[in-house]
């Protein structure tokens, strides 16, 4: 029970930092004394802790660690995706879309291809962009607060919710930037800091406890390293390829079981509410699908047709990424297109240095918890790690901080995507004031709870890999044309969206659809995007050029602005016609009190 | 029937917005070449060179010459099925219609006459432009001679006294003339705007002493929002002038910026005299007197650029304080500074 409390309390604390920082920030009044620094620009530095903050989600702070731990070598494309999106970001796109001014992508696409219906539509996916990456989130705040609690899982995915709309509502998001940053550095201190723990234990322990469990390398499934008891939620099919003895109560293979049941090499059926007892020491049944024994866990690409599945995923994680609504608003607080890419820089050191510990956590998961690997619900693996590695009071409190972790990331990212959706909402779709933004966000976030309790959960990260494969697929070809092309029309960028989104619409449901029904859908429906993208792409070429007499007529003036570099001027004489060149002004007021 | 031919000659009118010798001549022709039936139609500036639609006709020669003819008689020439009517704007010859086809007489002189209010109506609109731009160009010349002496005469007076203090000043006072008078774009950011301010501000606090406290807070989302000039000074300038100086005792000005969705949100707050809310009513709608013009011309640009729902919000009670509030979207097309 006290690690309950104790896990209880880390959540509870990181939602009163948040509202209290978002609170302070917006309300204090500085003394009369120091108004002069209210000009002050954002640090690179800091605004890409923010960027960072928003960007890692429950899918990087759980998710990545259940997918090590299930798939091995072949899930480290995900954290090395989730990163690389912004190297992609930063050499294409970054600074020329500051430069243009727009701060959501409907504003990008209306601001270079000057078409009110295009606008539209681009709200439109924004929308279901945002929602599916929301859905997710709350999904996994559900399961996180039922490990915690005995309560349904709606009850976590509606009190994130409520206290992400309480917390617009009170105005506690208009200091977005401080908010968001402070997110990070907590959920990189979340991760880090037990995870140092964790393996000094395991290091001090001389490694695993009594030599029992299959080391990383063997060629053997992990196997227990203590009595385990699995109570089995959903039905599952498992693999064995050891044969093993357990004593299970419920259904197996189709036939009522009641006390010892033997399983021979294949594949195995348990129907849900069936409770499963494996001793220490016997070897891990695993989810069919993933790799079975610890060597081809730790090998890339262990059968052939992961290959195709894993390139599209790279290419939905590398394009994706600048098509997230909640990702490219925030670049907007910086103050130039230099100050973007510089940003971005910093956005890509901080993520790399997140994406360390989830890899290791997953790691270490496979060790201590792989009684996981049979429910399949590795998503959990990271906040059931402590107990399992150091039971009492350290495994308590080092649990605690890893919830506290999990319940910033639930927070920060889908307080940005409802945001950045009730922001598209209210002013594309509603049209109105500040009641309809209030009205926007009740929507923005309910539309995705309702989704949450009523769609059965998968894996986080395989979802949000959709969500990333349905932005790849919409808005990195009008943001990279768009920023590189001259010829696009908005009749070819339309095109492009409505083809690569609905490619990817129908994929989700057709792969929605499969999981309901037995799974017969090939591996191309769950990961699309080596599909659509290129036929996104080649729709807005195709069509664009075929409609050259809707090019923009002031295309030139708009590229000017978004490519002439920052210090050749376009953007800067204004500054210096007002206030003079910094070297004039240094010169002038010794550096004293004129903070630029 | 109706309603295609009502639609149609919407259609014409738009498309002569920017006059005879703007982009959408061909498209207004082929309206009105549909409308009137006729077989070609033609739109010819005072260069005399005419549109076609829907392509240049066989007696293209003969036409031109017609054409020549009406703009040195400025009469309608020619007869059916070749007419061409000259179109007088405001009095003065503007262009030439041309008409080919078994059209009705009664029908082309009525389709001359559409033509020649389209034109005019695009003639009033670039006008009433020139009127919004001029009247920003006078806005931005306004700097209160009482405020430059007033300050000019504490730097002065500190001169010898906190030299250091005075050059500081005599800085922020460089600073405000420039930003005030200087050549620029039509738009800045709002981090320009508040350096503005506060280089008034740190002015006025010199003038008025420990009478007048400040709080200036902006939050990092908005400094990059771009938005017209010199939109937030005069509100600051009317805080300070008609809430902190008529009375005696200390005054509070508060300025915040901050990010609300798509928008920002601006407020100029002081806790002065304040003002009954109809008279806030008649200032806005620029019958306040000469002394208040800032604030209704302040309220007329935003409009202008943002549409009617990006006016000032004026909160106010007499003895209670002012409160005024500037809303202005994130993004707005055309909306860039420099």
Redesign the interface.
């Known amino acids: 029970m006290s690690a309950k409390i104790w896990a209880l309390s880390g959540a509870f604390a990181v939602i009163i930092a948040t509202f209290y920082i978002g609170w302070r920030s917006?309300r204090t009044?500085?003394t009369?004394q120091d108004?002069?620094v209210?000009?002050?620009?954002?640090r690179s530095r800091r605004n890409a802790a923010a960027v960072s903050g928003e960007y890692l989600s429950a899918a990087s702070f759980l998710g990545v660690a259940g997918l090590v731990l299930k798939d091995g070598a072949d899930a480290l494309w995900y954290p090395i995706g989730f990163t690389a999106g912004y190297l992609a970001l930063m050499l294409f796109v970054a600074a020329p879309l500051r430069r243009s001014?727009?701060?959501?992508l409907p504003?990008f696409c209306?601001?270079r291809l000057?078409s009110r219906a295009l606008r539209g539509l681009a709200a439109v996916f924004v929308v279901f962009i945002g929602i599916l990456y929301v859905v997710p989130q709350l999904q996994l705040a559900g399961q996180a607060l039922a490990n915690i609690l005995p309560v349904p899982t709606w009850v976590g995915a509606t009190v994130v919710t409520v206290v992400v709309i309480v917390n617009v509502f009170g105005?506690g998001?208009?200091?977005?930037?401080v908010v968001q940053a402070f997110q990070y550095w907590l959920k990189l201190f979340a991760i880090a800091a037990p995870t140092f723990v964790m393996c000094l234990l395991f290091i001090g322990n001389g490694g695993l406890r009594d030599g029992q469990a299959t080391t990383l390398t063997e060629a053997l499934p992990p196997t227990f390293t203590q009595n385990t008891e699995i109570d089995v939620r959903t039905p599952v099919l498992l693999r064995v390829e050891d044969p093993v003895w357990l004593a299970a109560r419920g259904e197996t293979d189709g036939e009522p079981a009641m006390g010892t049941v033997y399983w021979g090499p294949g594949t195995h059926e348990v129907a849900a509410g069936t409770t499963l007892h494996f001793s220490k020491g016997s070897s891990v049944p695993v989810v069919a699908g993933a790799p079975a024994d610890n060597e081809s866990w730790l090998a890339p690409a262990s059968n052939g047709g992961d290959l195709f599945s894993t390139y599209s995923l790279i290419l939905a994680l590398f394009l994706g990424t600048m098509g997230l609504p909640h990702v490219l608003v925030r670049f907007?607080?910086?103050?130039d297109g230099r100050a973007a890419r510089r940003t971005t820089l910093h956005v890509l050191l901080l993520l790399s240095l997140f994406y360390l510990f989830p890899i290791m956590l997953g790691a270490l998961s496979r060790l201590y918890v792989p009684e996981l690997l049979v429910t399949g619900q590795t998503d959990a693996a990271v906040l059931n790690l402590p107990h399992s590695i150091a039971p009492g009071i350290l495994g308590d409190i080092l649990g605690a901080v890893l919830t506290a972790g999990a319940f910033a990331a639930f927070l920060s990212t889908s307080s940005g995507l409802v945001?950045s959706v009730?922001?598209?909402l209210?002013?594309d779709v509603l049209r109105g004031?500040?009641r309809d933004?209030r009205f926007?966000t009740a929507v923005a976030g309910g539309v995705p709870l309702a989704l949450a309790i009523a769609v059965r959960q998968t894996d986080i990260s395989l979802t949000v890999g959709m969500s990333f494969a349905l932005a790849a697929s919409t808005f990195c070809p009008i943001l990279l044309l768009g920023v590189w092309w001259r010829k696009l029309t908005w009749v070819g960028a339309a095109a492009g969206m409505i083809v690569g989104g609905g490619l990817v619409l129908a994929s989700l449901v057709i792969n929605t659809i499969s999981n309901l029904t037995g799974g017969w859908a090939p591996s191309v429906f769950s990961q699309p995007a080596i599909i659509t993208v290129p036929a996104a792409f080649l729709t807005v070429i195709l069509v664009s050029k075929a409609t050259p007499a809707k090019i923009p007529a002031d295309v030139a003036q708009i590229r000017l602005?978004m490519h002439a570099p920052d210090n050749l001027g376009?953007?800067r004489?204004?500054?210096v016609?007002?206030?003079?060149t910094a070297e004039e002004r240094s010169r002038?007021?010794d550096g004293?009190?004129r903070k630029e | 029937m109706a309603v295609s031919v009502l639609g149609m000659a919407r259609h014409i009118a738009d498309e002569l917005k920017e006059g005879l010798s703007g982009t959408g001549v061909r498209s207004a022709a082929r309206g009105l070449r549909r409308l009137l039936d006729a077989d070609f139609v033609a739109l010819a500036d005072l260069s005399g060179r005419a549109v076609w639609a829907p392509d240049e006709p066989p007696f293209y020669a003969d036409a031109n010459a017609l054409v020549e003819r009406v703009l040195h008689s400025e009469n309608r020439e020619g007869r059916s099925p070749l007419v061409a009517v000259p179109l007088h704007v405001d009095h003065e010859l503007a262009g030439v219609l041309v008409v080919a086809g078994a059209s009705r007489r009664a029908a082309v002189r009525e389709a001359s006459k559409w033509v020649v209010e389209a034109l005019e109506r695009g003639r009033l609109e670039a006008s009433a432009e020139q009127a919004a731009q001029a009247e920003l160009r006078a806005l931005r010349a306004e700097i209160s001679p009482h405020f430059v002496y007033n300050a000019l005469t504490v730097i002065a007076a500190l001169v010898s006294s906190e030299p250091d203090r005075s050059r500081?000043l005599m800085?922020d006072f460089a600073?405000y003339i420039?930003?005030s008078l200087?050549?620029?774009?039509e738009y800045?950011t709002v981090?320009?705007e508040?350096?503005?301010i506060?280089t008034y501000?740190?002015l006025q606090r010199a003038v008025l002493g420990d009478r007048l406290?400040?709080?200036?807070?902006?939050?990092?989302?908005v400094?990059?929002v771009?938005l017209p000039y010199l939109v937030l000074q005069p509100l600051v300038e009317n805080a300070v002038r008609h809430g902190i100086e008529p009375r005696t005792g200390t005054g509070h000005v508060?300025v915040r910026g901050?990010?609300?969705?798509?928008?920002c949100v601006i407020s100029v707050e002081d806790d002065g005299l304040g003002m009954d809310p109809a008279l806030a009513e008649e200032i806005l709608a620029g019958r306040g007197g000469s002394d208040s013009v800032g604030l209704a011309n302040v309220d007329r640009r935003l409009r202008s650029v943002y549409g009617p729902?990006y006016g000032l919000v004026v909160e106010t009670a007499t003895g209670e304080g002012t409160r005024v509030v500037v809303?202005i979207?994130?993004?707005q097309?055309g909306?860039?500074?420099?």
């Open positions: 917006s009044a500085s009369a108004f002069l209210a000009r002050r620009t954002v001014g727009a701060y959501t504003d209306e601001a000057g105005g998001m208009r200091a977005i930037t907007y607080t910086n103050p945001v009730s922001g598209v209210s002013t004031r500040v933004f926007a602005r376009l953007t004489d204004r500054a016609a007002s206030f003079g002038l007021a004293r009190h | 500081e800085l600073d420039r930003y200087a050549k620029h774009g800045t981090a320009d508040f350096h503005a506060e501000l740190a406290q400040v709080q200036v807070r902006v939050a990092p989302e400094l990059a771009a508060q901050e990010a609300e969705g798509n928008d729902w809303r979207p994130r993004f097309p909306v860039m500074p420099g």
